[in-house]
Structures are given as C-alpha cells and as structure tokens.
C-alpha cells in the first residue's frame, strides 16, 4: 500500500510559478512509474506529467511541455513538480499517482485508470 500526500500548491499570478512535491509512503515507491494530473471544474482529469520508476523517462502533456518539470528523488521517496510561466488556464486541483504495474514501470501511462494510489489533490489558481 502506498500513499501519497500533495503540497505546494496555491494562488499566483500568471507568468509566475509554482513547486508541487508529492511525498510517498512505503518502501515499493521506486518501484512504480509516477504521474501528476489536473482536474478543473466541469471539466474531466487529464494527465500533466508522468516519471518512470528510476526518473530517466519524462512525458508532459503538450499543453505544459517547456513549461513544467517533473523529477523524483527516491531517496527522499517525494515526485515533484515545477510549474513555471503558469496561466489562468493551469487552475486545478492536482494530484499524484503511482502505477504499480511493474510491467509499465520504464513506461509513462497517461490514463488515469492506468494509476492504482492516488493522493488527495492540492489546488492551484493561476489569477490573469
């Protein structure tokens, strides 16, 4: 069992930025792939970024590609987030999540029902 705890978030203005961490609990987390995803009001979950089990593979949703960073430190067993030159638009409540799948573990799945532990989300307001 694993789970995950979200902080970082908060109100800021467009242009500025933003440093989601995701802190994990149990010793399988550098075992499993790792993804961040957003869900805004009305709107469905749609993933952001995800990280493979050792931190060399990186995919971003093209919406936040060359904006935002995804990385891990296994040791300290915390996914992070670095969200830069934010808009109006990246307003959401973020979540992390972990795959287990060992089989997709150096792969990056970008559906939610892919990921099996999920946290419980920390806002993020980007004001124009």
């Known amino acids: 069992q694993v789970q995950l705890v979200e902080s970082g978030g908060g109100l800021v203005q467009a242009g500025g930025s933003l440093s989601l961490s995701c802190a994990a609990s149990g010793r399988s987390f550098s075992s499993y792939a790792m993804g961040w995803f957003r869900q805004a009001p009305g709107k469905e979950r749609e993933f952001v970024a995800g990280v493979s089990r050792d931190g060399s593979i990186a995919v971003y949703a093209d919406s936040v590609k060359g904006r935002f960073t995804i990385s891990r430190d296994i040791a300290k067993n915390t996914v992070y987030l670095q969200m830069n030159s934010l808009k109006p638009e990246d307003t959401a409540v973020y979540c992390c999540?972990?795959?287990?799948?060992?089989?997709?573990?150096?792969?990056?799945?970008?559906?939610?029902?892919?990921?099996?532990?999920w946290g419980q989300g920390t806002q993020v307001t980007v004001s124009s």
């Open positions: 999540a972990a795959d287990r799948d060992p089989a997709w573990s150096f792969i990056v799945r970008r559906t939610p029902g892919a990921y099996d532990y």
